[in-house]
């Protein structure tokens, strides 16, 4: 026998490493990572959600902000009123806010913002002023109500917060019925 043979005697057949059923380590991370950016997404939207009233009560003081000098009294009080009532619909009952006008709409709002804005102080307007047909109301104390209205958001942020710690069954974007 030749060398050359001998050689090629001694060489194997290629073997081939056992196939596995499972992906290769580098899969299972892409797959962790894509799931942990769903998850990610999804919270983040979640609480996106959850914290739009916020935005959007912010940009309704905005507006009425700008409004204030150039639309009647009647009119802002009447928007301030209702905002003021959906700001409480996300802390209160809503039977307990639907029948509430004066010195009780007062009270609750100064419990909600724990300090006497309302009562004593710029919130006084609520009172009365949305039903009056044309209320004597200067542009500063509009604009006292507004600031008292953004306290009343902070407030019932800082409550809503406070429910979802407690009892994690409750969603922040949710309003009690």
Known sequence: MSEQEALLAQLQDVRLPPVSHWPAPGWWLLAAL?????????????RRQQQYWQYETSMVLQGLRREVS?????EILARVSVLVRQLLLLVEQRSDIASLQGEELLGTLDNVCGKPVFSNGPGRLLANGPYQRSPDTPPEELSALLDAVDLLKVSVGRQLRQQVHQTPAVSVGQTHE
């Open 34 to 46: 894509a799931v942990g950016l769903m998850i990610t997404g999804l919270v983040w939207r979640k």
């Open 70 to 74: 150039s639309t009647p009294a009647a």
